[in-house]
């Protein structure tokens, strides 16, 4: 993978998800206006196909902006959730790695560190049936933009498959299962993943305790590798461990709980991965308030770890 910038080995950054409208520079004040570290931002809208048409001068002008923010250090991109790369329906199909190629597009034209991705359902089609369509899929995409352009001589953008919540026939709902896909396409170093922690709790993994939560970091190292592990998603759950449903809480007003999740990001081998909120806020995102209630909840897990 790319070498990760400077704050991977200095600390955990705190992240917000936030709206980018149609000039995209303003998500990077509109996460410092929150106290953000790191952005992520949708590519296009979230529910429809249709790509947004970026002209190469605002792409570029994000970049620019971008390198010189005093506070936001680094930007992630977020896929349109209608990608589907399991399915079994040939136009869904190709609907989607159509999509996935724009996202990843915008993405690599932003300077973006990562596109996370769902990677999708196979609809009862079976996921070993799944896995090869997805992992052509991933690489089609990757070896697009590589040939798109590499107009400022980084790595391509890595994709970055997310942990499912694991409801009805997701393909990712597992460490396995992400593993599985990533071996399927070759190992691509293009490749990393991104652990949200609601989606872990509604599947069914503990990591409440410091002896859970290293499991789930050894879990991790065992299957993707913690190289892989290029930023989380921090989240409470609505909904109670192991319901396999989707369904964000700020923190510390859910099932997992501020301690819950505090082992987790306490833990060393997670230092300076950025954990990015999707929390709902008052109902438009992430507020100062959400990230000053994550930087709690670091401060609480090096303190149970002893590194405070």
Known sequence: ????????????????????????????????GVGADVVQIFTQSPRAWKPAQYAPEVLEAYRVAAAVHPSVTATYCHATYLINLATPDPELLEKSTACLRSNLVTAQGIGSDGLVLHIGSHRGSGFDRAVPQVAAALVDALDAVTSHGGDHGEEVCPILLENAAGAGDTVG????????????????????????????????????TVEAADDVVVAIDATVGLPRLRCLHLNDSKVPFGANRDRHENLGEGTIGADGLAALLGHVALAGVPAILEVPGDGDGPRREDVLAARDVLDRGRALRGRA
Not at 10 to 21: F, Q, Y
Not at 181 to 195: K, M, Q, S, T
């Open 1 to 32: 993978m790319p070498e990760p910038a400077w704050w991977y080995r200095a600390g955990m950054p705190i992240g917000a998800h936030v709206r980018a409208g149609g000039g995209l520079v303003p998500a990077l004040e509109r996460g410092a």
């Open 173 to 208: 709902r597992s460490f396995e299962e992400l593993a599985q896909v990533i071996a399927a396409a070759g190992g691509d170093e293009r490749l990393g993943i991104c652990v949200d922690t609601q989606h872990l709790w509604a599947s069914g993994v503990p990591f409440g």
